[in-house]
């Protein structure tokens, strides 16, 4: 059984930056990052392979959200810049085992493994 851990989540003002981490125990896998407003559905931000090579943005997100990995393959951060109101959300880690090391998916159903969440709000 894989378990998520996140944290950095937090009150921030508009036009700051939080970054979000999430560990995973186990082997590795394709990870991402989605969010869930109140009222509304989770959605995709971003994700990573399992190589760190390649990458995926919400369009609502690009050029301000940076996703990493470090090089022991357990830790995935999101780096998040230029935060606006409508970022506000729990944002949550997704895992799920990879079939090659340049997979990736934006799709939340993908995903075998969730972490708890942390919140996230950008006050204006």
């Known amino acids: 059984q894989v378990q998520l851990v996140e944290s950095g989540g937090g009150l921030v003002q508009a036009g700051g930056s939080l970054r979000l981490s999430c560990t995973a125990s186990?082997?590795?896998?394709?990870m991402a990052w989605f969010r869930q407003a109140p009222g509304k559905e989770r959605e995709f931000v971003s994700t990573?392979?399992?190589?760190?090579?390649?990458?995926a943005y919400a369009d609502s997100v690009k050029d301000r959200f940076t996703i990493s990995r470090d090089s022991a393959k357990t830790t995935v951060v999101l780096q998040m810049n230029s935060l606006k109101p409508g970022d506000t959300a729990v944002y949550y880690c997704?895992?799920?085992?990879?079939?090659?090391?340049?997979?990736?998916?934006?799709?939340?159903?993908?995903?075998?493994?969730w972490g708890q969440g942390t919140q996230v709000n950008v006050s204006s």
């Open positions: 997704a895992a799920s085992p990879s079939i090659s090391m340049t997979y990736i998916s934006t799709e939340k159903n993908y995903y075998q493994y």
């Open positions: 990573i392979s399992w190589s760190g090579g390649r990458t």
């Open positions: 186990g082997r590795t896998y394709v």
